[in-house]
Structures are given as C-alpha cells and as structure tokens.
C-alpha cells in the first residue's frame, strides 16, 4: 500500500554510520580480505516481492572445511530508480547476501543460507537505498561454495502496463574474511516464534547471544532488526491507527559481561542509540547496530551476553521480524567478530 509521505526519515545518517562500521570491519586486519564487485546493474520492479535477481560480478567462489565460518559484508550495495518517480510511488527493496554450493544447488534443507536487508525506497525524500549486510556463513559440509548479493524491487505501482527500471551502481561489492585473521566468528538469529511487537512507549530486549572470546583484543557485536511498522489495517501485525503515520523507533546493542558461571561481572555496556522514523510510505526498515568493545572493558570477565533493545518511542506498534524469508534467509540475526588491532 502507497502513502503519502509526512515526515523524514534519519535513516540514510544511520547507514551512512553503519556502512563505515562495516567498512572498519573488513579492514581492522592487514589481511585483506576476498571480494567481488559488480559492474552497474539495472533491472526491472516487480509487482511483488517474487525472485532475487543476483548482482553479476559479486559472486565469492571458496573451499570451505565442515564447520568453517566465513564473514561476509556489502560494500558500497545500492539501488536508484533510472525512472524519474514522483511521491507515493514508493519502492519496496529487499537486499540480501546468499550462499549456495559452488555447482548452484541449494544448501542442504534447514541450513541457513543468507540473511537479508529491507526498506521502502521513498520518492522524492529519497534518491537512493544503500544496504548494510553482515553475516557469518557456516559451511555445512566439507566442500566448495558460492555466495553473491542479491536484490528484489516491487511495488504496487507495476499494474496497467507501468514498467519502473532500477540500477545497482557499479561497485557493489560482496567482501569475506575467514579464521583465524578474525579469531572468533559467531552467528545467531531470531527464530520464528520469537518475533514480538512493540507497544508505544515500550522497550523490548531481545536477540539474546553469549560470546565467549578466546583472543584478540577487540571484539565487535553486530545485532541486525528487520521491522516494520503497524500501520492501521495492517496484514501484518495489529493495534495501528490512522492517529499515526508510522513510528519512531530507537535500537542499540547492550553488553552484559559475565563470569563462567553465568553470574553478572560488572554492569552492562550499551551501544550508540540510532533512531528511526518509519513512515507508512517506508514500511519497513532493517536497523542495523555495532558495538565494539575492547578485552580491557570487559575487566576480566569471560563471557558477554549481548542483547537488542528496541524502543518505541511515539506512532503506531512496531513488529520485529522473526524466522527465515524465502530460501532460509535471515530477518533479525547478529554476529560477533573477536580480532587483534
């Protein structure tokens, strides 16, 4: 459904944050990393979220051992209408990173295969989307794979004939680094069932992962929310009104040292807050959030448990996205990157 837009979103300061952190952590090492990069791309909105189309020149072949864990990132993966659009022709974009064996089949059934990065492209507060992918990818197998960005483009607006082409800018760029340069690689995501909706005025913690670095003196703990707000009538999620035009939502990462018991060691650590306002017209939004801590922050202590928080502070309920889309990608998930700087 298209609104019109009343408000703007802070979410481009946000990513434009996000995408240095994520540049940061590909680049904390001397050891560069592998990665592919694309030529521009340009492509065609569908009426509905149907099939990804993968973004040629991005793609990472590599041999990987049974269990063996790989970080992946976007660089510089954005999307631009070449149509020119006016308001309320708003474009939903889902951005993903995704693996499969090297031949093309698909990964065993069950395995986590990708995770995924979603937004409404708003015309004409907004000129462009760039994405913020971060995932660990666990080899299920001994073997050879292949891992790629991915993009889907849909609207209600592709009825009566009406065509809307879009362009990937060359340079988008899918990045992987490996153990032992990151000496602790981890991964969790929110699975299905898990998933809730946040009342106005309400704060929900969720996403809940211990980390037990062995090394390094530097340890980075990414926590990724797919959201959507609960616009009246929402097929989605419920308790919208039309007092509303979506929600302001803030989300950061906190860090709870621990001992090996469990017991609480000292008290926690938060994150930077981003703050997002997510209009009708944008729908949805994946937030995503970095803390970096240092071993000496954490005083001895041995483990973390790190949580999300994610804070409605005025509109409509926003819903936390929970489970797998299609293809076993990831909505809501998080990772944890221990290294040496």
């Known amino acids: 459904m298209q609104h019109p837009v009343r408000f703007r979103t802070l979410r481009a300061a946000a990513v434009a944050a996000g995408a240095f952190l994520l540049t940061l952590a590909g680049a904390v090492t001397t050891a560069a990393p592998a990665h592919a990069a694309s030529g521009d791309f340009t492509y065609e909105v569908t009426r509905n979220a149907d099939t990804y189309l993968d973004v040629p020149g ?3 072949t590599f041999d990987a ?6 970080y992946l990132w976007s660089r510089f993966f954005s999307t631009e209408p070449v149509d020119t ?35 409404n492209l708003v015309p004409t507060i907004e000129s462009s ?18 891992c790629r960005l991915s993009i889907v483009s849909y609207s209600s607006i592709i009825v009566n004939g009406r065509t809307v082409t879009m362009r990937v800018p060359a340079g988008a760029e899918l990045a992987r680094q490996t153990e032992p340069v990151y000496t602790d690689l981890s991964r969790w995501t929110l699975l299905a ?37 609960c616009a009246a009538g929402s097929s989605i999620c419920s308790g919208g009104t039309t007092a509303y035009d979506g929600t302001v939502v803030e989300t950061w990462v906190e860090a709870q040292p621990r001992n090996a018991d469990g017991s ?5 650590i938060a994150g930077p807050v981003s703050r997002w306002n997510i209009t009708n017209a944008k729908h949805h939004q994946t937030a ?11 005083g001895g202590c041995t483990q ?38």
């Open 65 to 70: 051992a049974a269990g063996e864990r790989s």
């Open 304 to 341: 973390v448990r790190t949580t999300l928080k994610v804070r409605n502070v005025s509109g409509n309920p926003v819903k936390i996205h929970d489970g797998y889309a299609s293809g076993t990608i990831a909505a809501t998930h998080g990772s944890a990157i221990t290294y040496t700087v």
């Open 193 to 229: 069932g898990s998933g809730t909706t946040v009342a106005r005025a309400t704060t929900a913690t969720t996403l809940g992962y211990t980390v037990t670095p062995t090394a390094g003196n530097r340890l980075s703990l990414y926590q990724d929310a797919a959201l959507s707000t």
């Open 58 to 60: 991005t793609a990472i």
């Open 288 to 298: 995503a959030n970095t803390l970096t801590l240092t071993t000496a922050q954490l």
């Open 264 to 268: 609480l060691c000292g008290g926690p």
């Open 129 to 146: 989307l760039t994405s913020a992918l971060r995932w660990v990818f666990v080899a299920p197998a001994a073997g050879s794979y292949t």
């Open 85 to 119: 659009l006016s308001a309320g022709d708003n474009i939903g974009n889902t951005f993903a990173v995704r693996c499969r064996n090297a031949d093309g089949t698909a990964l065993p059934a069950g395995t986590e295969a990708g995770v995924y990065w979603a937004a």
